[in-house]
C-alpha cells in the first residue's frame, strides 16, 4: 500500500492498524506506523489512540504519554477513547494514582466527558488496590451525574466488597442497585454468595440461591462450587453432595474445584472410600486432576495411617508429570512423624530438596515435633 500513488488515506491506514491491533500484533502496528510516517501519512485522533493502546499492552508507558504529547503538538483534541485507553495503560501497570490523575485531567479540561467505560475502569483499578471508599466515592459522583452507573461497575464493586468480608456493605449496595432499576446477574449473586461462605453463613448463601433462582438467573459452575466448598467446611457432606446432585441436574457439570472440596470433605471425615471414589470420577470424566486434587487425597490417607496408599499416589503424580510442591511433601512428612517412622520422613525432607521443593517453617515445625515425640 505504500507504494501506491497517490497514497492511500490515513482513514484507511487507521482501519488496518485498529485490525492488525485487535489481533494483539502491537509491535507490528507500531512498525506501520512508523513506516506511516516515513512515507509522509498523516495520522489523526483515532490512529495516535491506537498507537497509544499499543504501547499501553507492551508496558511502555512512557512512550504512551510520548505520543499523548503529540496530540497537543499538532493540535489534535483526545477523545473519550484516548483517555480510556490511557487510564487503563496505567491500570495495566498497577499505577492507580496515574490513572486517576488522567482522569482528572479529562473532568478539569471540561471538552471531553468520561462515559461509562471510564468510570467503570477506574472503579476497577481502585477495587483492584483495595481501595473500596474511592470506588464507591466514584460511583456516588455517576449517580450523581449524567453518567448513571451499570451493572458492570456495580458489579466490580460488590465482588470487591465480598472479597474483603465487608458483606453487608456489598447487600446494601445490592440493595441500592436494585431500588436504581439496574437488574443483578449471575455474576452479582455468585459474588454475594462467595462474600457469605467466606463467613460461614451458608444458610444465607442458600436463600441468595433460591432468591436468583426465582428471578430465574441461573447458577453457574462457579455459583454451584462456592456453595459446596462452604457446606463441606461446614462438615455437611450429604448437603453437598446434594448440592452436586443439583449441578448434575441442571446440565452444570462440576469441575475440579467442586469435586476437590468434596473430596476434602470426606477426607476430613475419615471417609477416605468415598473421596477415591470421587478422585476416579473426575479421572474418567477427563477432569483435569492437578496438584490439589492428589494432596487432598493423599492427606487423606495419611490422617487414617495409610502410608503406602499415600505414598502410591506420590508416585502416581510424577508419572503423570505433576511435580509435588512443599505442601504436599509436608502432609506425608507429617503423615510419616505420626506414625513413628522419621527415617521415611527425613528420606522425603531430602527428596522434596532434590526435586527443587524447598521446606518451609511448618516443614521443620513438623519434623522438630516428630523428633521430640519420637
Not at 498507537?51 to 499538532?74: A, E, R, T
Not at 463441606?232 to 448434575?248: F, L, P, Q, S, T
Not at 472410600?273 to 478422585?279: D, L
Not at 470420577?281 to 502410608?307: D, E, F, P, Q
Request: charged share 20%; proline share 3%.
Amino acid at each position: 500500500m505504500l507504494q501506491m500513488r497517490p497514497l492511500p488515506s490515513v482513514v484507511r491506514f487507521t482501519k488496518i492498524l485498529g485490525k492488525v491491533a485487535k489481533l494483539k500484533h502491537y509491535s507490528a502496528v507500531i512498525s506501520l506506523y512508523n513506516q506511516m510516517g516515513v512515507s509522509r501519512i498523516g495520522h489523526d485522533v483515532c490512529t495516535l489512540t491506537i498507537l497509544i493502546n499499543c504501547y499501553c499492552h507492551l508496558n511502555q508507558m512512557g512512550l504512551s504519554l510520548s505520543v499523548w504529547g503529540k496530540f497537543f503538538k499538532l493540535g489534535l483534541e483526545p477523545n473519550v477513547f484516548t483517555f480510556n485507553t490511557l487510564i487503563n495503560g496505567f491500570l495495566l501497570e498497577n499505577r492507580v494514582v496515574q490513572a486517576a490523575g488522567i482522569f482528572n485531567k479529562m473532568i478539569a479540561g471540561g471538552n471531553c466527558q468520561p462515559n461509562v467505560v471510564t468510570y467503570g475502569t477506574l472503579v476497577k483499578g481502585f477495587c483492584m488496590k483495595g481501595n473500596n471508599r474511592a470506588a464507591i466515592q466514584l460511583l456516588k459522583k455517576m449517580e450523581e451525574g449524567a453518567c448513571k452507573p451499570d451493572l458492570v461497575v456495580y458489579n466490580t464493586i460488590i465482588d470487591s466488597l465480598c472479597k474483603d468480608t465487608l458483606v453487608d456493605d456489598a447487600l446494601n449496595l445490592f440493595s441500592e442497585m436494585m431500588c436504581k432499576g439496574v437488574a443483578p446477574n449471575v455474576i452479582t449473586y455468585t459474588s454475594l454468595i462467595h462474600g457469605v461462605c467466606k463467613l460461614g453463613g451458608w444458610k444465607e448463601a442458600i436463600r441468595l440461591l433460591n432468591e436468583m433462582v426465582s428471578k430465574n438467573i441461573y447458577p453457574n459452575v462457579r455459583t454451584f462450587s462456592v456453595l459446596v466448598d462452604t457446606l463441606c467446611k461446614e462438615g455437611m457432606a450429604v448437603e453437598a453432595e446434594g448440592v452436586v446432585e443439583m449441578m448434575i441436574e441442571r446440565d452444570i457439570q462440576p469441575d475440579t474445584v467442586t469435586y476437590s472440596s468434596l473430596m476434602d470433605c470426606f477426607c476430613l471425615r475419615g471417609e477416605t472410600g468415598k473421596a477415591k471414589k470421587i478422585f476416579g470420577l473426575m479421572l474418567s470424566k477427563g477432569l483435569m486432576v492437578n496438584v490439589v486434587s492428589y494432596s487432598t487425597l493423599i492427606n487423606g490417607y495419611c490422617k487414617r495411617k495409610m502410608m503406602d496408599e499415600a505414598m502410591m499416589l506420590l508416585r502416581e503424580m510424577s508419572r503423570k508429570g505433576l511435580v509435588p510442591n512443599t505442601v504436599t511433601y509436608n502432609i506425608l512428612v507429617d503423615g510419616y512423624c505420626k506414625v513413628g517412622k522419621l527415617g521415611d520422613a527425613q528420606k522425603l525432607f531430602s527428596e522434596m530438596q532434590a526435586y527443587g521443593q524447598l521446606p518451609d517453617v511448618q516443614t521443620y515445625a513438623i519434623l522438630l515435633d516428630g523428633l521430640c515425640k519420637n
